[in-house]
């Protein structure tokens, strides 16, 4: 992009809203300076800004995100080729497995949700803050990132790794980037991932790439599980084949 047409306002308006998650639900104008990277001033200036225009509310001091920003990733979904592509598949595989399927892509050090589906009969597994459409997860623990990640030519993965810490989640995550890289390694060959307990105890994942017909990696399947419900050669036996069929199934429509 030329420097002529980027807007350095919409950024850094862009970077404040982002600044808003589930560690930090509320902010003032010092905490969203911090996490945007701009000044105390900027910051307030965005800050009352958004919420005049609806996209936050505030008591005065601290501001929240407000339903409107709904109106983003509404219009994302409902937009969006990929999603409304694969919702049938992850509905049936909701069916046929009994547990919670979802599609996600790939976003800097995280995944994002961009389809999911789980059963009524069968309670899903909820992660600490709920797992729902847009929910963030870190790539190097799950395994649809970790199926994301493998997609890159070395290049890129070498710069992902650099770019980006790998924060330990539980007692099992991988925090070394080589041992990381390795795995991956092993992904690309294998082209599945099978994640224990890595982000969440208590929760075991199992992932595949969604591939175009020219075999470019656009997202990454998996069904989520827990161990007592199912060991993880149980998983690799029963789901590892519904999950690459519907791979399969899709590819002629990513």
Not at 6 to 27: C, H, N, P
Not at 206 to 215: E, H, K, S, T, Y
Not at 232 to 253: G, K, S, T
């Amino acid at each position: 992009m030329a420097h002529a047409d980027y807007i350095a306002g919409l950024a850094k308006g862009l970077a404040v809203l982002e600044s808003f998650d589930t560690e930090r639900q509320r902010l003032n104008a010092t905490l969203a300076a911090q996490r945007a990277g701009i000044t105390r001033a900027a910051a307030r200036r965005h800050l009352l800004t958004l919420a005049h225009l609806g996209y936050l509310e505030s008591d005065g001091q601290y501001f929240w995100l407000a339903p409107k920003v709904l109106r983003l990733s509404g219009s994302y979904l409902a937009s969006a080729r990929l999603p409304r592509t694969v919702q049938p598949t992850l509905t049936r595989l909701a069916v046929q497995t009994g547990l919670s399927c979802s599609v996600v892509v790939l976003d800097g050090p995280e995944v994002i949700i961009v389809a999911r589906s789980a059963t009524s009969e069968q309670p899903e597994r909820r992660l600490a803050h709920g797992l729902h459409l847009g929910s963030r997860l870190p790539a190097h623990a799950t395994s649809t990132g970790r199926v994301l990640l493998a997609s890159l030519d070395d290049a890129a993965l070498e710069q992902w790794l650099r770019q980006h810490p790998l924060p330990r989640l539980t007692a099992h995550t991988v925090t070394s980037a080589q041992h990381l890289l390795s795995l991956l390694y092993g992904v690309r060959q294998q082209d599945y991932c099978l994640a224990r307990e890595e982000h969440e105890l208590g929760v075991h994942a199992i992932a595949v790439p969604l591939r175009n017909p020219l075999g470019h990696t656009l997202a990454a399947l998996n069904v989520v599980c827990a161990p007592q419900r199912m060991p993880a050669e149980a998983m690799l036996r029963d789901l590892l084949p519904l999950l690459q069929e519907a791979a399969r199934d899709l590819r002629p429509m990513l």
